[in-house]
């Protein structure tokens, strides 16, 4: 089974600083690798497909990329509603796989 | 747009059963393969299963955790995706989303989630 690694576990920062989330597959699972947001009490919602392809609505704040076993989303200039926690999860192999998720606040 | 609705969630003794539904609006159903993802309470995201289309013969994944307990089913005549779920533990107390996948360049992967339902193990 491929593991999947995200770091940091939770981050704080401010208004307007670029923020970046780490993912690593234990694997090389090519590009097979979605990010996702999530607020509390609410469902996940699709952002990243293809390690860099949004999905349609999705702000051109968020951007993704990687490929082979390192990914990394990147918000370009946090505002308060990206406060969420976020999962990577790989799609390249079964068992399907999340990362156990980062959490990013507001400072 | 695709609306996807889970029902069925309750509470329910452990070694009981249960039985979850989704219903997909799309035009595509028989071409859709479906996900079951759960989130234990104030825990992460884990993948449960999938359904693949009917190209596919509606096959069948599982994580090893619900794998001879969980079985996946569709009924094409409503659209609805079953996750029957038996001999239930308490570990697996969460709430059930139900996402229908995208296929892109040759790949299926999770993208329009419902809004979940609860199921609750416990005596």
């Known amino acids: 089974d491929i593991q999947v690694t995200q770091s940091p576990s939770s981050l704080s920062a401010s208004v307007g600083d670029r923020v970046t989330i780490t993912c690593r597959a234990s694997q090389d699972i090519s590009n097979y690798l979605s990010w996702f947001q999530q607020k509390p009490g609410k469902a996940p919602k699709s952002l990243i497909y293809?390690?860099?392809s949004l999905h349609t609505g999705v702000p051109s704040k968020f951007s993704g990329s990687g490929s082979g076993t390192d990914f990394t989303l990147t918000i370009s200039s946090l505002q308060p509603e990206d406060s969420a926690t976020y999962y990577c999860?790989?799609?390249?192999?079964?068992?399907?796989?999340f990362g156990q998720g980062t959490k990013v606040e507001i400072k | 747009d695709v609306q996807v609705v889970e029902s069925g969630g309750g509470l329910v003794q452990p070694g009981g059963s249960l039985r979850l539904s989704c219903a997909v609006s799309t035009f595509t159903f028989s071409d859709d393969f479906i996900d079951w993802v759960r989130q234990a309470p104030g825990k992460g995201l884990e993948w449960v299963g999938r359904?693949?289309?009917?190209?596919?013969?509606?096959?069948?994944e599982y994580a090893a955790s619900v794998k001879g307990r969980f079985t996946i089913s569709r009924d094409e005549t409503k659209n609805s995706v079953h996750l029957q779920m038996n001999s239930l533990k308490t570990e697996d107390t969460a709430v059930y989303y139900c996402v229908r996948d995208y296929f892109v360049r040759g790949i299926y992967f999770i993208g329009h989630w419902g809004q979940g339902t609860l199921v609750t193990v416990s005596s």
């Open positions: 293809g390690a860099s």
């Open positions: 359904t693949r289309n009917k190209t596919k013969g509606y096959s069948t």
């Open positions: 999860q790989q799609y390249g192999n079964y068992p399907l796989s």
